[in-house]
């Protein structure tokens, strides 16, 4: 079994990650205008590295990634967009080679690794706006945490470096906008429909069990011991020695398997507000663990043709295998923003039906609920070992379907060209009797000064009834060269407030300091 030392979630130690990223600006953009319309294209070199303050803590090798893109206005009522990335080193610690980065998988391990981020075209009209293609979509006013941001699933292959637009993974989709005449005042003005449908799943991104941000909690221990008595009076102590290791399975691609969201928005009274639903895959990440243990003695008894006993039964082997799981969900939710007294005050709230959500490998490897899972097929496990078969061990569900209310608040004051937030998040698990990874009221609080060339911010999450369980710090300047193409003199951007969209250049400096208990 490889050795996991990630460092998130409940790791139960200090790490000090510091991160320099030298970026080149991207080169001038190249604008070419002929009778194919205006075209323009550029990109960007970074490059940063992980310095472990933990030198027992898992390795990070340096990374580089390289970002081009192509924008172009065939006609005035049509543009298109493409952004491809490649991205060296990193987080894979046994990579497979070069490769091109797929939707269907949660294990990726290539490196260099391609990435086709974004690639769509716009159809522009007076009142309709179309998209279609690989998109960004982004929901939600607060910062970092969004209820609502469900659309388009997540990396967690490098959490505390990558910037919240990167983590984003575009998903194919066609959307559609509509923007009315605007009502009365009274009502509402800059009133925006938005229908998105995704045709099939796309999968978030999660490291593998020997890349350093992989979670403790989702780990299994290389050897695991059953008290003696555990199973049944007189029982022997049982050691068992396990093999752990990640394994993909792709969702149902169906368009019966696919999500359909609506974003209604618009501005009533200085009020900016939305409301949101969304029905399709869940996008956050769950998994399944699969167990098989077998008698190594007992196969080697059988294969000198001696008789197993229940001797044979104190040492097993397991193999653990993490797998994905798929489920469905619906999410109904809204948001609101609003100027007082020269502060922004965000709100936003959603209700989620049957979300997924984690409980500890601890709580499935404990032996109350081994000796729960196997006293009642324990004759039948006996003879099967002693015969030399593998045996498959149900240990009940890691993630478990339970619906969820979110909300949060912020306020963010601009002053001299900075602006301080303050924002906390809560999480609420409704009807829950199983312990999770979550409290049933998990509470976040988040902090951050942002200025328009440098970030300085904090955030805490932590829990109402327990000690914080995670601490970040970040700082990070950054210097942005823009060369996307402009929109036509009059026309809005469409859809903006809904689109994720990258410079096509930056510099940064980035630390990192993170706790875990």
Request: contains cysteine; glycine residues 8%.
């Amino acid at each position: 079994m490889r050795n996991h030392r990630g460092c998130c979630g409940a790791c139960g130690r200090w790490a000090v990650v510091a991160a320099l990223v030298l970026s080149s600006a991207s080169a001038r953009a190249i604008d070419l205008n002929g009778g194919a319309g205006r075209w323009a294209a550029g990109g960007y070199a970074e490059g940063y590295a992980i310095v472990r303050g933990d030198w027992s803590s898992q390795r990070q090798r340096p990374a580089g990634t390289v970002g081009l893109n192509l924008s172009g206005d065939v006609r005035p009522e049509v543009r298109t967009y493409l952004d491809v990335r490649t991205t060296f080193g990193g987080p894979p610690e046994h990579a497979e080679g070069i490769g091109v980065v797929n939707t269907s998988d949660v294990f990726q391990n290539i490196s260099p690794a391609v990435e086709f981020e974004e690639g769509y075209v716009d159809i522009l009209s007076s009142y309709f706006d179309l998209r279609i293609g690989k998109q960004k979509v982004a929901w939600g006013r607060l910062d970092t945490f969004q209820p609502t941001d469900v659309i388009s699933p997540r990396r967690f292959t490098d959490p505390f470096v990558m910037e919240e637009t990167d983590a984003k993974i575009g998903v194919p989709a066609l959307r559609a906008s509509y923007f009315p005449p605007d009502s009365p005042p009274t009502l509402a003005t800059q009133t925006n429909l938005s229908l998105v449908w995704v045709p099939f799943p796309v999968t978030p991104r999660f490291p593998l069990e020997d890349e350093r941000w992989f979670p403790p909690a989702a780990a299994v221990p290389s050897t695991l011991t059953i008290p003696a008595g555990a199973l049944g009076s007189g029982f022997p102590k049982i050691d068992i020695d396990n093999d752990f290791r990640t394994e993909n399975a792709s969702p149902l691609r169906a368009l019966n398997n696919g999500a359909v969201g609506v974003r209604l928005s618009g501005l009533s009274n200085r009020a900016d507000w939305s409301l949101y639903y969304y029905q399709g895959p869940e996008t956050a990440p769950a998994f399944d663990l699969h167990t098989t243990v077998v008698s190594p003695s007992a196969q080697a008894r059988i294969m000198d043709g001696i008789t197993p006993g229940l001797g044979d039964l104190t040492h097993l082997s397991a193999d653990a295998t993490l797998t994905p799981r798929f489920g469905r969900i619906r999410l109904g939710g809204a948001d609101l923003a609003f100027p007082v007294a020269g502060f922004t005050a965000r709100a936003e709230a959603a209700y989620g039906r049957d979300r997924l959500l984690p409980r500890t490998t601890d709580d499935l490897l404990s032996p109350d609920n081994i000796a729960a899972v196997v006293r009642p097929q324990l004759d039948s496990i006996i003879e099967q070992l002693l015969s030399g078969k593998a045996v498959p061990v149900d240990l009940g569900d890691l993630f478990v379907v339970r619906d969820i209310f979110e909300w949060g608040t912020g306020v963010d004051y601009p002053y001299r060209g900075w602006v301080p937030v303050l924002q906390v998040n809560q999480t609420v698990v409704l009807n829950n009797s199983t312990n999770l990874l979550i409290n049933d009221v998990d509470t976040r609080l988040f902090a951050a000064v942002v200025s328009v060339r440098s970030k300085v911010a904090s955030t805490r999450n932590c829990s109402l009834s327990t000690p914080p369980s995670v601490f970040v710090s970040v700082c990070r300047w950054k210097a942005v060269a823009r060369c996307a193409i402009a929109p036509a003199s009059g026309r809005r951007s469409p859809a903006s407030c809904s689109t994720v969209k990258r410079s096509n250049g930056r510099s940064s400096f980035t630390a990192s300091i993170t706790q875990s208990r």
